[in-house]
T-cell receptor, first 112, second 109 residues
Framework: NAGVTQTPKFRVLKTGQSMTLLCAQD?????MYWYRQDPGMGLRLIHY???????AKGEVPDGYNVSRLNKREFSLRLESAAPSQTSVYFC???????????FGPGTRLTVT | GQNIDQPTEMTATEGAIVQINCTYQ??????LFWYQQHAGEAPTFLSY??LDGLEEKGRFSSFLSRSKGYSYLLLKELQMKDSASYLC??????????WGAGTKLIIKP
């Protein structure tokens, strides 16, 4: 039982490049989330999904697209990376709301 | 709008007790969470309060007063491994979590 996994763990991109972050959970959770965490700030919700085939915008969705590929997997895509997207990205999942969220180990992304 | 405040950093001594406060303002409320985050790691769930009062879980307790917009996390018998950031998060009327910036707790021997 791996919980929530994320790939990659680290990545360096040049401005304008694209990439996809992958998240998978094996806990049969309905809800999945993408957050970013920046120094001195709280976690901020980018996009989330309340079930297979659904996605919704969070607090800071601009510049990001998501896909809920199936119940297990939720991807986050940066089409044209910008230095302001340098951050640590966490995926999380929960059984339902309100309920505790389980987090993946994070992806450390640097955009130069 | 919504706002969450918690101290940026606190220092305590091994074996002692520490209380980490969190105050919030919100128009909708569906509970308050506390998470622990060690440096370079993911947040992990500690507690959830939706009704007023104290919830105790081993060495950790969490308190909520909805009328005052106030919560605290109480850590007893502090251990060096408790050195971490403690994140307060409010679940709003849309069931989205609004996170505080976290309190970095430093434990000294």
């Amino acid at each position: 039982n791996a919980g929530v996994t994320q790939t990659p763990k680290f990545r360096v991109l040049k401005t304008g490049q694209s990439m996809t972050l992958l998240c998978a959970q094996d806990m049969n959770h309905e809800y999945m989330y993408w957050y970013r965490q920046d120094p001195g700030m709280g976690l901020r919700l980018i996009h989330y999904s309340v079930g297979e085939g659904t996605t919704a915008k969070g607090e800071v969705p601009d510049g990001y697209n998501v896909s809920r590929l199936n119940k297990r997997e939720f991807s986050l895509r940066l089409e044209s990376a910008a230095p302001s997207q340098t951050s640590v990205y966490f995926c999380a999942s929960s059984l339902r709301d309100p309920h505790e969220q389980y987090f993946g180990p994070g992806t450390r992304l640097t955009v130069t | 709008g919504q706002n969450i405040d918690q101290p940026t950093e606190m220092t305590a001594t091994e074996g002692a007790i520490v209380q980490i406060n969190c105050t919030y303002q919100t128009s909708g409320f569906n509970g308050l969470f506390w998470y622990q985050q060690h440096a370079g790691e993911a947040p992990t769930f500690l507690s959830y309060n939706v009704l007023d009062g104290l919830e105790e879980k081993g060495r950790f307790s969490s308190f909520l007063s909805r009328s005052k917009g106030y919560s605290y996390l109480l850590l007893k018998e502090l251990q060096m491994k408790d050195s971490a950031s403690y994140l307060c998060a409010l679940m709003d009327s849309n069931y989205q979590l609004i996170w505080g910036a976290g309190t970095k707790l430093i434990i000294k021997p």
